[in-house]
């Protein structure tokens, strides 16, 4: 199977997730240059604003250990629910356009990419300082 590790380790991060209000688990795992997958999952806050998604977890450790390049972006929940306004951009912002699987409880995959998640992206080349 295609991406078989990526879409595994999305769903072991689901496991980790720590969604005590919502019990609205995620996990998710991008791969980087080389092939590593590197997870995150959802870290909620009892003032919900504050709720770190996994989408930006994993891209965030990945930074941290100072990854730049991405090849593709796996999210895991129940329902195959697809990432919020602020992850496909922060998607979009790291990773241009790489491939996006949605994965559901029955492993069934919606295959989509950050391109059509996020048309006409605002990036950083529109900054004139940049």
Do not use: H
Request: aromatic share 8%; glycine share 8%; charged share 20%.
């Amino acid at each position: 199977m295609e991406n078989e590790k990526l879409i595994k380790i999305a769903n072991e991060m689901r496991d980790k997730a720590y969604a005590p209000f919502s019990k609205y688990t995620v996990g998710a795992s991008v791969e980087v240059e080389g092939g590593k997958i590197i997870g995150g999952c959802n870290v909620e806050s009892a003032s919900y604003g504050l709720t770190a998604c996994a989408e930006r977890v994993a891209l965030y450790n990945a930074i941290s250990k100072g990854y730049t390049s991405f090849n593709a972006i796996a999210v895991a929940s129940k329902n195959g629910g697809f990432p919020c306004g602020a992850c496909r951009q922060v998607i979009w912002e790291l990773c241009e356009n790489i491939p996006v699987l949605i994965i559901d409880n029955e492993n069934g995959i919606t295959k989509t990419s950050s391109k059509e998640l996020l048309p006409n992206a605002f990036s950083k080349d529109k900054l004139e300082n940049y």
